[in-house]
């Protein structure tokens, strides 16, 4: 049995009312968007229709909401009027979140997070994490992360394996990927030492931190 599409699709006096998943992948959303929208491209055909998206709890960024926009607009005659996501509870902005999945994050992917978060997984070469907190890989980082996304320059990043393509922290870019080939066995993070780059084992961050994050139930 097919499982349960990401994307609900609902008829109102307005026009169009698209329902998205807020736990899907959204470079998944996406081709599954794209796939609906051909599937049943007679149906998008003829007069003007108004769409208005809902996200649910998700956050997209500018990219990521013309990314969207630009799948809904292939079809002529969908006119966007609004992508909506859920309003953030009043004290979200007060201390980042904590998010734990686990998985595989493959080329192509990108996942994005408002908050600190946990992968217990690897990166692939040509996968994404991004989020506005930390970053902990428990497992092998060979892809791309960007910690700290809307500028925390106390932002870090944490792997098992540190081989990343490279690492961004606020607006600072890594050094080049070779040098940080590393076969120590100790997991390493990086973080912003005078504004460049630097890389230590994890077991010293309680002096680069006073407050140390617990995970409590990984």
Same mark, same amino acid.
């Given at each position: 049995?097919?499982?349960?599409?990401?994307?609900? +699709?609902?008829?109102?006096?307005?026009?169009?009312?698209? &329902?998205?998943?807020?736990?899907?992948?959204?470079?998944? &959303? $996406?081709?599954?968007?794209?796939?609906?929208?051909?599937?049943?491209?007679?149906?998008?055909?003829?007069?003007?229709?108004?769409?208005?998206?809902? *996200?649910?709890?998700?956050?997209?960024?500018?990219?990521?909401?013309?990314?969207?926009?630009?799948?809904?607009?292939?079809?002529?005659?969908?006119?966007?009027?609004?992508?909506?996501?859920?309003?953030?509870?009043?004290?979200?902005?007060?201390? #980042?979140?904590?998010?734990?999945?686990?998985?595989?994050?493959?080329?192509?992917?990108?996942?994005?997070?408002?908050?600190?978060?946990? $992968?217990?997984?690897?990166?692939?070469?040509?996968?994404? *994490?991004?989020?506005?907190?930390?970053?902990?890989?428990?497992?092998?980082?060979?892809?791309?992360?960007? =910690?700290?996304?809307?500028?925390?320059?106390?932002?870090? +990043? =944490?792997?098992?394996?540190?081989?990343?393509?490279?690492?961004?922290?606020?607006?600072?870019?890594?050094? #080049?990927?070779?040098?940080?080939?590393?076969?120590?066995?100790?997991?390493?993070?990086?973080?912003?030492?005078?504004?460049?780059?630097? +890389?230590?084992?994890?077991?010293? &961050?309680?002096?680069?931190?006073?407050?140390?994050?617990?995970?409590?139930?990984?």
């Amino acid at each position: 049995m097919a499982g349960k599409s990401p994307i609900t +699709i609902k008829g109102v006096k307005e026009g169009l009312i698209f &329902l998205l998943d807020d736990q899907c992948d959204f470079v998944t &959303l $996406l081709e599954e968007l794209n796939a609906k929208l051909d599937k049943h491209v007679q149906q998008f055909t003829g007069p003007i229709v108004h769409v208005f998206v809902k *996200l649910g709890s998700r956050q997209l960024n500018d990219e990521d909401t013309e990314r969207l926009r630009s799948v809904l607009k292939k079809q002529g005659n969908l006119i966007v009027q609004s992508i909506e996501s859920d309003p953030l509870p009043p004290d979200a902005d007060a201390k #980042p979140s904590l998010y734990t999945m686990t998985g595989m994050v493959r080329s192509g992917q990108t996942i994005d997070y408002d908050g600190t978060l946990v $992968l217990l997984g690897d990166v692939n070469p040509g996968g994404t *994490l991004r989020c506005t907190g930390d970053i902990y890989v428990l497992g092998a980082l060979r892809g791309m992360a960007h =910690a700290g996304s809307a500028g925390n320059d106390q932002a870090i +990043i =944490a792997a098992s394996l540190m081989t990343p393509t490279q690492l961004r922290i606020a607006d600072v870019i890594s050094r #080049p990927p070779d040098e940080w080939a590393s076969a120590d066995p100790w997991m390493e993070y990086a973080f912003l030492r005078d504004g460049s780059m630097a +890389i230590d084992k994890l077991a010293s &961050l309680g002096r680069h931190r006073k407050e140390v994050m617990q995970f409590k139930g990984v």
